[in-house]
């Protein structure tokens, strides 16, 4: 976007709802337009550590996201403050620039809010609470000196075993493929953390003592919440694993951001798959001879 989000945090970033959003009306113009932004930018970082760290803001990588019941209707509360302040701007006073920003930050706010109210993942897919993305960001990304990052993975580490607590108190009515995925998935961040930890920490041996006792209370916890899926859960009927038409194609149209019903986006990708297919049977023949069909691409003719 335009403009950047501010260095420091807006005052309650983090938890979910800050009064710096309060008393916005619809007088908002483009003298607002940007500092409304930045703190809106601000309260959705201080929410989502992975979309700070992919934004290449890095003062929440000690932080996993709160997906507890309070967690999350804080943050919805602040989504939906965003989203009225945002909607009372008036987008004529804006520069184009300035209207394309206000046009992707509103998508955003009501995308996340929309995953969160309506196809609430969180409740039933345990995919959702695998810190192994953001474990994974910290340790492979030399962004900063292995000290620094090692100190942002003990605090993600040290808040493992609570976020695991919380995600078996609200996981509820699990599809079983989600907990046969998750199972092994969580196995897989333990693994990670068991063997490529210890290659940062050989840049920063000092940083050991501070580590290492998070990092085996957290493989701990993740192979126990692994265990936990296939004798808690499991145990469950579950639900269907797919959203339904409905909440299919308003995620799909939250997504992709577009006008498009399922039915068009299904024509366009067919039409482009027979385009697609035509120009590589072309171009097989031209290379090898033969007719143009699919045995010549595969090389049988």
Avoid at 103 to 123: A, I, N, P, W
Avoid at 150 to 175: F, K, Y
Avoid at 217 to 238: H, K, N, Q, R, Y
Avoid at 278 to 294: F, K, N, P, T, W
């Amino acid at each position: 976007m335009g403009g950047s989000a501010s260095a420091e945090p807006v005052a309650g970033a983090g938890t979910g709802r800050s009064d710096s959003l309060a008393g916005v009306s619809a007088s908002e113009n483009s003298q607002t337009f940007a500092p409304l932004a930045e703190r809106i930018i601000d309260e959705l970082l201080a929410t989502d550590p992975g979309l700070a760290s992919s934004a290449g803001d890095h003062r929440f990588d000690g932080r996993l996201p709160d997906l507890s019941t309070d967690g999350v209707a804080s943050r919805v509360a602040m989504l939906r403050d965003a989203s009225c302040a945002l909607s009372g701007v008036d987008t004529d006073d804006l520069d184009e620039a300035e209207r394309v920003d206000h046009e992707q930050l509103l998508s955003l706010v009501e995308r996340t809010l929309f995953t969160l109210t309506e196809v609430r993942d969180h409740e039933w897919n345990p995919l959702a609470h695998n810190p192994g993305a953001l474990l994974h960001a910290l340790v492979a990304r030399p962004f900063a000196p292995a000290a620094e990052r090692l100190e942002s993975v003990a605090a993600r580490l040290a808040a493992i075993p609570d976020a695991l607590a919380t995600a078996r108190a609200t996981l509820r009515d699990c599809p079983r493929i989600h907990l046969d995925t998750a199972a092994g998935q969580f196995r897989g961040t333990a693994s990670f953390v068991r063997n490529e930890l210890p290659e940062l920490l050989a840049e920063a041996p000092g940083m050991a003592s501070t580590v290492e006792p998070e990092a085996a209370a957290a493989v701990s916890a993740l192979e126990a919440f692994s265990d936990w899926l296939g004798t808690g859960p499991a145990l469950e009927e579950g639900r269907d694993a797919r959203l339904g038409r409905r909440l299919w194609e308003a995620k799909l149209w939250h997504t992709l951001d577009t006008e498009l019903t399922a039915a068009e986006v299904l024509r366009l990708a067919r039409e482009n798959l027979d385009r697609v297919g035509e120009e590589i049977r072309a171009a097989s023949v031209s290379l090898i001879g033969g007719r143009g069909d699919d045995d010549t691409v595969r090389g049988r003719h």
